[in-house]
């Protein structure tokens, strides 16, 4: 367990929220089953089992999660590429409410477990 959370009494997330806006989506999440380039705290890396993503306008929600089988270093840059299994699209969307008047941005770490009985983003926090 990384400190932050240990001084909480939490475990490490097991899941990270990406954004997406419509191309990437198709492109890296429906045809591809990565995601890159991303930055990534090495400390969470051994922990994260799951990628849910968020679509952007006009959808505004997250839609899709997939079980992460894979975390590389995308090239020379620093950063990863998160390979996922064939994701699979959530019953119920997870929609913004009214904590959240802007649009999510960039990705946040959080828990499948808040996603499986989330029915708004703000459900999902606070962010691990």
């Avoid at 019953?91 to 959240?100: G, Q, T």
């Avoid at 808040?114 to 926090?125: G, H, P, T, V």
């Amino acid at each position: 367990m990384d400190q932050k959370h240990e001084a909480k009494g939490m475990a490490v997330p097991d899941m990270i929220v990406v954004v997406a806006n419509q191309t990437r989506f198709r492109r890296q999440v429906i045809e591809q089953r990565m995601w890159y380039p991303i930055s990534l705290d090495d400390n969470r890396l051994g922990a994260l089992r799951w990628i849910a993503i968020y679509n952007t306008g006009p959808v505004c929600a997250i839609t899709y999660l997939a079980r992460i089988l894979s975390i590389k270093p995308y090239r020379n840059s620093g950063k990863y590429q998160i390979n996922f299994a064939e994701p699979f699209q959530l019953m119920s969307p997870i929609r913004l409410d009214s904590e959240n008047v802007a649009r999510l941005a960039g990705h946040r770490y959080s828990w499948v477990q808040r996603l499986n009985q989330a029915k708004f983003i703000s459900d999902l926090k606070p962010w691990g």
